[in-house]
């Protein structure tokens, strides 16, 4: 994942064990996500959430929330229990909510990006704070782990932002290069 305007930073999804998240961190992953959707298989509960939210803080890297079709309350719910500040709002419903959800917490808004780099755009973006919010733009199929045209892809506006789908070590270098 990319983040504009600052160095390169990086976010592993996905991590199901504190041990992992903790080496992760230490191996210079800035964020840590946890997936709160039932449907994916890398999904965790609350407790294992604690502990590998607890570990990646350990580590020097930023737990991150990861929602799908999550209401606000049970949103709130979750951070609150696992002590996480950073939500990642993927499903329609969970950025439906996105405007009750605390002040306080840092938020990564998805938006899908096709396989030929047009970004589905909706105005939810007017919503947003800049100060604290953050843009994140995936593929179409978000966990697909596939990519989609960055050559074709372009974002031009004021928020800070992170670059998802189909990352791994032998692409990453040529997304920073492309995306600055």
């Known amino acids: 994942y990319t983040y504009m305007k600052e160095k390169t930073k990086i976010k592993i999804c996905g991590v199901k064990q504190a041990e992992i998240a903790y080496a992760t961190a230490k191996a210079g992953a800035d964020f840590i ?3 709160f959707a039932p449907a994916s298989q890398r999904a965790v509960n609350v407790q294992a959430a604690q502990e590998i939210a607890h570990a ?3 580590g020097g890297a ?3 929330a990861v929602f799908t079709e999550a209401s606000a309350a049970s949103m709130l719910h979750i951070c609150t229990v696992t002590n996480i500040q950073w939500v990642q709002l993927h499903g329609e419903h969970a950025r439906e909510q996105q405007h009750l959800l605390a002040n306080s917490l840092q938020r990564i808004y998805v938006y899908g ?3 030929r780099g047009v970004v589905s755009a909706d105005d939810t973006v007017k919503q947003l704070d800049i100060k604290r919010d953050y843009l994140m733009f995936d593929n179409m ?6 990519t989609f045209a960055w050559e074709n892809f372009s ?3 004021d928020f800070p932002w992170f670059l ?4 791994n070590a032998g692409n990453v270098k040529t997304a920073i290069e492309k995306l600055h």
């Not at 199929?141 to 596939?146: D, M």
Request: aromatic share 4%; no cysteine; hydrophobic share 30%.
């Open 164 to 167: 998802s789908g189909g990352l």
């Open 155 to 157: 974002y031009q506006g």
């Open 62 to 64: 930023i737990p991150v």
């Open 113 to 115: 990006v096709s396989p």
């Open 56 to 58: 990646a803080g350990e």
């Open 141 to 146: 199929q978000a966990g697909s782990g596939k």
């Open 33 to 35: 996500g946890l997936i």
